[in-house]
C-alpha cells in the first residue's frame, strides 16, 4: 500500500487554524485523514523541503509579516515550529526552497517585495531577512496594477536565480542570488494588464510557463539558462471563448514528464488542460475539468503523477482525481474532504 502525506496551507478565519494535513492512499484512490498539523495565522502558501525534513510557510502574526520554519514527522505529518522571522507590514503570499536547503526567498503581494533568508542550521532555522527587493511602477488596470504585486518567487532549474513574477506592473524579472543576497539580471515585460501569478518550469529547463490572473491566459517562454533571460514564445487562453463572468487565473503545474501543462482558474472552477508540444514548447488546449467547488485556489500532482488535488478556497473541500498519464486528462474520485479554507496544497516528496 502506497500513501502519500500532503499539506494544505489556509486562511485562518472561520473555523480554520493554520496548516492542515491529510493521506492520499493510492491503492484505494481516496483522501482521509485531515488534521490540523499546526496552528498559525493565515499560512496560506507552504513548501516542502527536498529532504522532507522542513515545510516553509508564509507567517502573520498580528501586524508582522514573513516566513515560519517547521520540522516535519515524516510518520505522522506533524509539524513543530523551529522558529518564525516576521517584519513590519503585510506577510508574503508565496515561499520557495532551493534544494539545498540554504535559502529561501517570499514573495509578498501587498508590499511589492521580494524577500530572501538564509536557513542557519539543519534543523531549518531561518536567519532574519537577508535582502530585500522593493518593486516600483504601476500597470493599466487601475484596481488591480495600482502599485506592485509581488505573487511569485521561485528558483530557476540550475537555481543560480531566482524568477520573480509581478501581477501589478505586468513583469517577470530574474535575479541572481548569492549567500542570499539578490541582484537583477533581466527583466521582461509581458502584455500590458494580463496581471502574471504565477510560473512553472518545463523539467527539460528550456520552457517556462506564466499564468495570468487578469487576462486569462498561459504565457508560453524559453528560458536561456546562461544569463537567466526569458523570451515570450505564446499566449492561450485559459477559459472558453464564450466565458463571460469574472475569472480570476490561479495555479499552474506542470506534468513530471513534462507532457501536460494545467492551469487553475477562479470563477469558471475549473483545471484547463494543455498538451506541450516537446520540441517547441507550445502548448495545445486539450479540456476542461470542474473542480467540484467554489474559487480553485491550487491544486497538485501527487508524486506518482497518477493522481491531482485540487483546493476550493470557498467551497472549503479538497477535490481528488486520478490522472491518466497518456493523455493527461482528469477523472473526479473524490470530493467531500473538508479543510476550512484551503489555498496552497503541497505533497512530501518521494
Known amino acids: 500500500m502506497t500513501k502519500f502525506i500532503g499539506y494544505v496551507g489556509t486562511y485562518t478565519k472561520g473555523d480554520s487554524k493554520g496548516i492542515y494535513t491529510f493521506t492520499l ?27 522532507n525534513k522542513n515545510l516553509f510557510a508564509v507567517a502573520k502574526q498580528r501586524e508582522f509579516g514573513g516566513a515560519a520554519a517547521f ?7 506533524e509539524l513543530s515550529l523551529t522558529n518564525t522571522q516576521v517584519s513590519a507590514g503585510a506577510s508574503p503570499c508565496h515561499v520557495s526552497v532551493d534544494s ?35 518593486h516600483v511602477g504601476t500597470g493599466p488596470n487601475k484596481e488591480r496594477q495600482e502599485k506592485p504585486h509581488v505573487h511569485y518567487a521561485g528558483f530557476t532549474p540550475d537555481e543560480r536565480y531566482v524568477a520573480v513574477v509581478d501581477l501589478g506592473i505586468d513583469k517577470l524579472i530574474t535575479y541572481k542570488h548569492d549567500n542570499g543576497q539578490l541582484t537583477e539580471v533581466h527583466s ?35 528560458y536561456n539558462s546562461e544569463d537567466g533571460s526569458f523570451t515570450e514564445l505564446q499566449y492561450i487562453s485559459t477559459i472558453p471563448e464564450d466565458f463571460t463572468e469574472n475569472n480570476q487565473g490561479s495555479a499552474i503545474h506542470i506534468s513530471l514528464d513534462g507532457k501536460f501543462v494545467y492551469a487553475g482558474n477562479r470563477g469558471h472552477d475549473s483545471i484547463a488542460l494543455f498538451s506541450v508540444n516537446e520540441e517547441t514548447g507550445e502548448l495545445s488546449f ?65
Open 286 to 350: 486539450v479540456e476542461h475539468t470542474s473542480t467540484e467547488g467554489n474559487w480553485p485556489r491550487d491544486f497538485v500532482l501527487d508524486p506518482s503523477g497518477k493522481f491531482v488535488v485540487a483546493t476550493n478556497q470557498e467551497s472549503h473541500n479538497l477535490v481528488l482525481y486520478s490522472r491518466d498519464e497518456a493523455t493527461g486528462k482528469l477523472t473526479l474520485l473524490q470530493s467531500d474532504v473538508h479543510v476550512p479554507y484551503p489555498v496552497c496544497v503541497k505533497f512530501l516528496n518521494v
Open 188 to 222: 521582461l515585460e509581458v502584455k500590458a494588464g494580463s496581471g502574471p501569478r504565477h510560473l512553472v518550469f518545463h523539467p527539460n529547463g528550456k520552457y517556462a510557463y506564466i499564468m495570468t490572473e487578469l487576462s486569462n491566459e498561459v504565457i508560453g517562454l524559453t
Open 100 to 134: 539545498e536547503k540554504a535559502t529561501v526567498v517570499t514573495a509578498n503581494y501587498h508590499k511589492g517585495t521580494v524577500e530572501s533568508f538564509r536557513i542557519e542550521d539543519k534543523e531549518g532555522s531561518l536567519s532574519p531577512v537577508m535582502s530585500v527587493i522593493q
Open 71 to 77: 520540522s516535519i514527522d515524516t510518520t505522522t505529518g
Open 25 to 51: 492512499d493510492t491503492d484505494n484512490e481516496k483522501l482521509s485523514g485531515t488534521t490540523l498539523a499546526a496552528e498559525l495565522e493565515n499560512p496560506t502558501y507552504v513548501t516542502v523541503s527536498n529532504d
